[in-house]
């Protein structure tokens, strides 16, 4: 899962994800991580902590990282919140086997539409709530389709 500072939207994606599968009984390992330094080293957003603490979901422990080229060769799947994050991920991409594996998260619901998680960094409690919304349907989508 990849975001700008990985404290807000990749953070919380990966905890539902990692709650989902295991739910679902599907072995997998699910990280996150994001291009702006400018919090690496930071704990989630309290307002991202907060959201998923309200749906049972602990993602305190997560360290801010940037992304690295190895996590092409790590992850089966690199999925992204925005275009911003889209155009990060693909300039760093080494070969065509590491762009397959580049897409919006969104498009798990909207196969295509390249449609974007909000940036909530800026915004209220009302935004994290809506983000938490918008990824727990991705995360879904991505956790039943693995199911099959
Ligand atoms: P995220 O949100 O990309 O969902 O983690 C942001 C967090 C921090 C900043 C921007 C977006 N920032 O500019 O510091």
Redesign the pocket.
């Known amino acids: 899962m990849v975001?700008?500072?990985?404290?807000?939207?990749?953070?919380l994606a990966a905890g539902i994800l990692t709650e989902q599968l295991k739910k679902m009984n599907i072995e997998g390992t699910v990280d996150s991580a994001?291009f702006?330094p400018?919090?690496r080293g930071d704990h989630p957003?309290e307002r991202a902590q907060e959201v998923a603490r309200q749906h049972d979901i602990d993602i305190s422990g997560n360290i801010?990282r940037l992304f690295r080229k190895d996590d092409f060769d790590t992850y089966d799947k690199i999925y992204v919140?925005d275009s911003h994050?889209y155009h990060d991920v693909m300039r760093v991409a080494r070969n065509e086997n590491d762009k397959k594996k580049v897409d919006y998260i969104l498009n798990a619901l909207k196969p295509g539409s390249n449609d974007e998680v909000p940036?909530?960094?800026y915004g209220g409690r009302q935004q994290f709530m809506e983000v938490y919304k918008l990824l727990e349907k991705a995360c879904d989508s991505i956790a039943s389709s693995l199911n099959k």
């Open positions: 975001c700008l500072g990985n404290i807000c939207r990749s953070p994001g702006e400018y919090h957003d801010a919140m994050n940036d909530p960094y």
